[in-house]
């Protein structure tokens, strides 16, 4: 059974900095793409960004230069470094991981990111 537990959101004003976690278990993390995804009020849960087994990454365009997302395998631990915050950043953000060509149907309880004055 995946479980995925993320952390590290908050509140933050415009320009700063957050970094979430996302420790995976019940996956063969090393070999597992892993994918952050956000979700605001009233919106439909978007992807923002992915990692591959071999690190290799993509992002939304809107948050491309300003977040990294990043993973150690030896911690079962996927991480998304936000820099630059903007209001529009604010959701709450989860992570999953990829099985053969689809995300899995587990989603826990996310980490709220707010950008605010």
């Known amino acids: 059974q995946v479980q995925l537990v993320e952390s590290g959101g908050g509140l933050v004003q415009p320009g700063g900095s957050l970094r979430l976690s996302c420790a995976a278990s019940g996956i063969r993390f090393s070999v597992n793409h892993m994918g952050w995804f956000r979700q605001s009020p009233g919106k439909q849960r978007e992807l923002v960004a992915t990692?591959?087994?071999?690190?290799?990454?993509t992002y939304k365009d809107s948050v491309k230069g300003r977040f990294t997302i990043s993973r150690d395998n030896a911690k079962n631990t996927a991480y998304l470094q936000m820099n630059s915050l903007k209001p529009e950043d604010t959701a709450v953000y989860y992570c999953?991981?990829?099985?053969?060509?689809?995300?899995?149907?587990?989603w826990g309880q996310g980490t709220q990111v707010t950008v605010s004055s």
């Open positions: 999953n991981v990829r099985q053969g060509f689809v995300w899995s149907d587990y």
């Open positions: 990692i591959t087994a071999g690190s290799s990454t």
